[in-house]
């Protein structure tokens, strides 16, 4: 479903010097499978992200998402991909109603099912009580669910989360990861982008594990173990860098 081939992102710096950000990456995801791109802040996830839904145009290789090239066809990448970042927002004038169906519309979705999957989101994640409010009066976990509902309004096969977990309490990114779950039980294909190893060790069933733009290891989580001889993901990532406590703080972790 989602493929990754030879990918690579290089920046000119304001002196003119080269800034490699994603150097050669490939990987794939099947439909039905949660993948963990991760990796500390600067690793080139965002970067990847950008380049799979046709936002950035890659330096070199290709990345396709249901047999569509992001370079050749962006648009008929994104109309299979629902997208949640942490610095996505909300329109704070409109209700949650209006602003999904609205997002539904945007997407071609007829009325008739953007009602009755509105009524099936809600119900997911939990945010029938305030589907007639505005979004302005949301707190930062409501938020996130309504962002999570318009990444699925329109049922899309793939779903890219973008370090969905950010800035949210234990009982939000709870939500996160059961909506996660359920992704996988519906044979969505996933990729979660994030420096929160913990919540991904929950979720994920392989891992590229991603620093300096390069995948340094990829694998499930008992293979990396074997691999590493590392039993938690930040201590992998301590090890297959070669880097000490200023890697794991990177993490918001202290390494074991």
Same mark, same amino acid.
């Given at each position: 479903?989602?493929?990754?081939?030879?990918?690579?992102?290089?920046?000119?710096?304001?002196?003119?010097?080269?800034?490699?950000?994603?150097?050669? @990456?490939?990987?794939?995801?099947?439909?039905?499978?949660?993948?963990?791109?991760?990796?500390?802040?600067?690793?080139?996830?965002?970067?990847? @992200?950008?380049?799979?839904?046709?936002?950035?145009?890659?330096?070199?290789?290709?990345?396709?998402?249901?047999?569509?090239?992001?370079?050749?066809?962006?648009?008929?990448?994104?109309?299979?991909?629902?997208?949640?970042?942490?610095?996505?927002?909300?329109?704070?004038?409109?209700?949650?109603?209006?602003?999904?169906? !609205?997002?539904?519309?945007?997407?071609?979705?007829?009325?008739?099912?953007?009602?009755?999957?509105?009524?099936?989101?809600?119900?997911?994640?939990? !945010?029938?009580?305030?589907?007639?409010?505005?979004?302005?009066?949301?707190?930062?976990?409501?938020?996130?669910?309504?962002?999570?509902?318009?990444?699925?309004?329109?049922?899309?096969?793939?779903?890219?989360?973008?370090?969905?977990?950010?800035?949210?309490?234990?009982?939000?990114?709870?939500?996160?990861?059961?909506? @996660?779950?359920?992704?996988?039980?519906?044979?969505?294909?996933? @990729?979660?982008?994030?420096?929160?190893?913990?919540?991904?060790?929950?979720?994920?069933?392989? !891992?590229?594990?991603?620093?300096?733009?390069?995948?340094?290891?990829?694998?499930?989580?008992?293979?990396?173990?074997?691999?590493?001889?590392?039993?938690?993901?930040?201590?992998?990532?301590?090890?297959?860098?070669?880097?000490?406590?200023?890697?794991?703080?990177? !993490?918001?972790?202290?390494?074991?």
């Amino acid at each position: 479903m989602i493929e990754v081939h030879r990918l690579f992102k290089e920046f000119s710096l304001p002196g003119g010097e080269p800034l490699t950000a994603v150097n050669g @990456i490939s990987f794939s995801v099947a439909a039905g499978e949660v993948y963990g791109l991760l990796g500390p802040n600067g690793a080139g996830k965002t970067t990847t @992200i950008r380049m799979l839904l046709g936002l950035l145009q890659s330096t070199s290789g290709w990345a396709a998402i249901g047999g569509y090239r992001s370079r050749d066809a962006p648009d008929e990448v994104k109309r299979r991909v629902g997208l949640v970042a942490a610095n996505a927002g909300v329109y704070q004038w409109l209700t949650v109603r209006e602003m999904l169906l !609205f997002f539904a519309d945007v997407y071609g979705v007829p009325v008739p099912e953007a009602k009755q999957e509105l009524v099936r989101l809600s119900e997911l994640l939990g !945010f029938q009580g305030f589907l007639d409010q505005r979004c302005s009066t949301l707190s930062t976990g409501q938020k996130q669910r309504v962002n999570l509902a318009r990444a699925l309004i329109h049922r899309p096969p793939v779903l890219l989360l973008d370090e969905p977990t950010l800035g949210l309490d234990v009982f939000g990114s709870q939500v996160v990861v059961e909506f @996660i779950e359920h992704l996988r039980d519906e044979g969505k294909a996933v @990729i979660l982008c994030t420096h929160r190893l913990h919540e991904a060790e929950r979720v994920c069933d392989r !891992f590229g594990l991603m620093h300096h733009g390069n995948i340094v290891s990829e694998g499930t989580l008992q293979e990396l173990r074997e691999r590493t001889g590392c039993e938690s993901l930040v201590d992998m990532f301590l090890k297959l860098s070669g880097s000490g406590p200023a890697l794991a703080a990177s !993490f918001g972790e202290a390494p074991a």
